[in-house]
């Protein structure tokens, strides 16, 4: 089975729910292990990595939560299903570079995901929708409980987990939050939340995590430490920041209504206005569109429409996903047509904006 | 009466329809005089400028064209029927400008305009609907040969009509017309049509004449000698012109519609979808939106609506005209709020753009 076979569609994948999800898109926790008797990836010849990611793969296959999961070698991969998993946030997009010696097992359920042979020898993780960290971090705490039995864990007693790079040394933990703040971002608070967060020892990254842009106005929120500190400590600490910057969010977006709401509205209604007309628009424009649109949602400007489809819409105009949809190659010119075209008749039904009561 | 009063509505005054008017919105011819006794309003004390216009004004009145005119000074405009006058393109920006001492009458059916004391003692204008500079100059050239009998033009038998500036010396003739060339702005074939225009010594303006913006992608051209052709030489010599333009627009256009549909579709959509549905737009913005959606009525997009609807629009949309539906006077910021309050109102039952079959 391919993997886009695979997955969820889109909409399924939109349609699971979680607390706070009008501003956590998702919750995560991911662990990097590496195994001691194998240098790390960065470093080990091919017949090493080749030979690692056959002893992790079974490892992980065998685990109960992974029943009926997906698991491949990353050359099985083409270019565009790489680039699907990557616009799921499902892997990163140094490991959608990856070829042989290289994988990928993936629950049925698509909540936990590990990338073997990426920076460190696992890279596994736990996805929820909304604000759900301890929910995930009990997942894949049991996952590395399970695998530590089989898989012999590079591990210092003083240092903890060793891993390739030392900003995952000790837990090897990065706890993260996928967040929706276009409140912010319009009332120009956003900047100056980013300061505070990063005071905190959190940081604050784009919608393709390190050095990407914040499309469609998502952060992802994550600790930066992983030395001393025990891992439910670490996300009780992002938990509570998370739930301080949802309440920010939210008051901008409350403030934004009474002091401001034509400037609300005439955001809205321009980014309906657009994506309902255009014959041609471009991934970086339709996001941050389909971002403000989902605000008007959350704000009742569009009754009858749900979330999940501003959502779905977010991801199935995303170049790979758009790509799937059509069996010729196509050029970012026809992409921008055939996403406007997408995009015109899926909005054909819904009516535009109204000013809420 | 009030002048705003007097004037037609926005709705009956884009009624007009004229040859070629969906390329040419209007045709105008205007000449300058002079009284032979009184020095050039720009040189004249305030006591001649009153007395010559006082002189002017009741010849003018009396003429059998202006049975049932408006005539009033300056002085006695507020500012904003005074840019009202501006944005009908019934008086120049610098008369709009002056005060006591100079005047204006207007015929009852808004064809004839006299300034008094512009740069000249008199400015009189012909203005038709469409592409009708012929008739315009004929019903200019009766009024002047009606008030030559009158009034005591400053003419030498060497150099013609004595004007203020030499560069309307001899014929004192300026023959114009509005185009709405979006065509060639869009295929970006603009600038060497107006360096082709400029070679055959006719000049190109903006919306508002000499060193203004094409706002709505609309231009003025007219002729730029006034001496050595007689005048209706120069008319014929720029109907010409103003032939080939329009065949050159309309060939913008459809060449556009068929190499580059997308493109063309992509324009009209996204204005109209803006335009429907923002909540706060700039005078600027919505005159070249409407500029795009006049486009798509011209090449049936809309079926059903007229192309007055976009010229009414483009009128009621300036802030002159804005202002005058409202008592309270308006900061920048409402009046870009109530023009987008306007313009969703008036598109609300404008449905989106279709393809053309």
Redo the contacts between chains.
């Keep these: 089975m391919n993997i886009y076979e695979f997955l969820s569609t889109p909409l399924e994948s939109c349609q699971r729910t979680g607390p706070h999800d009008g501003v956590v898109l998702s919750s995560r926790v991911r662990l990097a292990r590496n195994l001691r008797a194998v240098p790390f990836p960065g470093r080990a010849k091919k017949s090493e990595r080749v030979k690692a990611c056959e002893i992790i793969r079974k490892g992980v296959e065998e685990l109960p939560e992974m029943i009926g999961a997906f698991a491949d070698s990353m050359e099985h991969f083409d270019v565009t299903d790489k680039q699907v998993l990557v616009e799921r946030h499902l892997i990163s997009r140094e490991h959608a570079a990856k070829s042989a010696g290289s994988g990928l097992v993936l629950s049925r359920d698509e909540t936990l995901c590990v990338m073997i042979n990426e920076e460190d020898h696992l890279r596994m993780q736990s996805l929820q929708p909304g604000l759900q960290l301890k929910k995930a971090w009990q997942a894949i705490d049991e996952v590395d409980s399970r695998l530590e039995t089989k898989l012999d864990f590079a591990f210092s007693s003083d240092l903890g987990y060793l891993t390739a790079c030392p900003t995952n040394l000790g837990t090897g933990i990065r706890v993260s939050a996928m967040l929706h703040l276009p409140g912010l971002v319009l009332s120009e608070h956003i900047n100056q939340i980013i300061q505070s967060v990063t005071k905190l020892n959190h940081a604050v990254r784009g919608l393709y995590g390190e050095g990407t842009e914040a499309l469609g106005h998502v952060f992802q929120v994550s600790n930066q430490m992983t030395l001393g500190e025990s891992e439910p400590d670490i996300v009780e600490r992002i938990h509570k920041v998370l739930l301080q910057i949802i309440e920010l969010e939210m008051n901008a977006r409350t403030k934004m209504l009474q002091t401001k709401p034509?400037?609300f509205?005439?955001h809205i209604?321009?980014a309906?206005?657009?994506?309902?007309?255009?014959?041609?628009i471009s991934s970086k424009e339709t996001m941050n569109l389909l971002s403000l649109m989902r605000l008007g949602v959350g704000e009742r400007m569009f009754p009858g429409v749900e979330k999940a489809l501003l959502d779905e819409l977010f991801i199935v105009t995303q170049p790979a996903h758009l790509q799937k949809q059509f069996t010729d190659k196509l050029e970012a010119e026809e992409r921008d047509?055939l996403r406007?075209d997408m995009l015109?008749d899926r909005l054909k039904k819904v009516a535009?904006?109204v000013i809420p009561a």
């Design positions: 034509k400037v509205f005439n209604g321009r309906y206005g657009i994506l309902a007309h255009s014959h041609s047509i406007a015109r535009g904006p």
